[in-house]
T-cell receptor, first 114, second 111 residues
Framework: KAGVTQTPRYLIKTRGQQVTLSCSPI?????VSWYQQTPGQGLQFLFE???????NKGNFPGRFSGRQFSNSRSEMNVSTLELGDSALYLC?????????????FGPGTRLTVT | EDQVTQSPEALRLQEGESSSLNCSYT??????LFWYRQDPGKGPEFLFT???AGEEKEKERLKATLTKKESFLHITAPKPEDSATYLC????????????FGKGITLSVRP
């Protein structure tokens, strides 16, 4: 069974630009969550989607947005990039939001903002 | 708000030297506690889920235990390939709850 895939794996962007990251969950998984990982803050929750609906959102500015498609694939978008947005962005999938609750992570997208 | 604290931040062991990693948590109600392993440049790899106090799970040299306030990840006779960052996370019983992660424990096992 294929795991969670994320594209692209690496990105370099300039301040002020926008970026879109993509995530394909494990087959049969309908819930997708996004996290930002930095050395100082660790893993921080961005948002969770289930059946194309955002179920939960973390404490990030509105520049961070996401969506989920009918095939459960998800994208997240960051507009007006700032230097502080440089991080590893991780996507995780799980079967549902009502249990079992294990989330399986993709390899991440390493975003560098210059 | 849910909180997870992991200690120590870093741990260096000699191969074969058993030890334990601690995860203390605060939640209004626990839906599950999760352990992950993360290698540099990779996404976290799922290890265990624990649901209630007294529960234990084992996998090879790893054993996870849970009380009402903390969880331990016991590593027996570690090998260099066990070197990684170990992450603990909790999910509360609240509606639309999310996974809250600790900052991780970086384990280094010397041959």
């Amino acid at each position: 069974k294929a795991g969670v895939t994320q594209t692209p794996r690496y990105l370099i962007k300039t301040r002020g630009q926008q970026v879109t990251l993509s995530c394909s969950p494990i087959s049969g998984h309908r819930s997708v969550s996004w996290y930002q990982q930095t050395p100082g803050q660790g893993l921080q929750f961005l948002f969770e989607y289930f059946s194309e609906t955002q179920r939960n959102k973390g404490n990030f500015p509105g520049r961070f947005s996401g969506r989920q498609f009918s095939n459960s694939r998800s994208e997240m978008n960051v507009s007006t990039l700032e230097l502080g947005d440089s991080a590893l962005y991780l996507c995780a999938s799980s079967r549902t939001t009502s249990g079992p609750y294990e989330q399986y992570f993709g390899p991440g997208t390493r975003l560098t903002v210059t | 708000e849910d909180q997870v604290t992991q200690s120590p931040e870093a741990l260096r062991l000699q191969e074969g030297e058993s030890s334990s990693l601690n995860c203390s948590y605060t939640v209004s109600g626990l839906r599950g506690l999760f352990w992950y392993r993360q290698d540099p440049g990779k996404g976290p790899e799922f290890l265990f889920t624990l649901y209630s106090a007294g529960e234990e799970k084992e996998k090879e040299r790893l054993k996870a235990t849970l009380t009402k306030k903390e969880s331990f990840l016991h590593i027996t006779a570690p090998k260099p390939e066990d070197s990684a960052t170990y992450l603990c996370a909790v999910r509360s019983t609240g509606a639309n709850s999310k996974l809250t992660f600790g900052k991780g424990i970086t384990l280094s096992v010397r041959p």
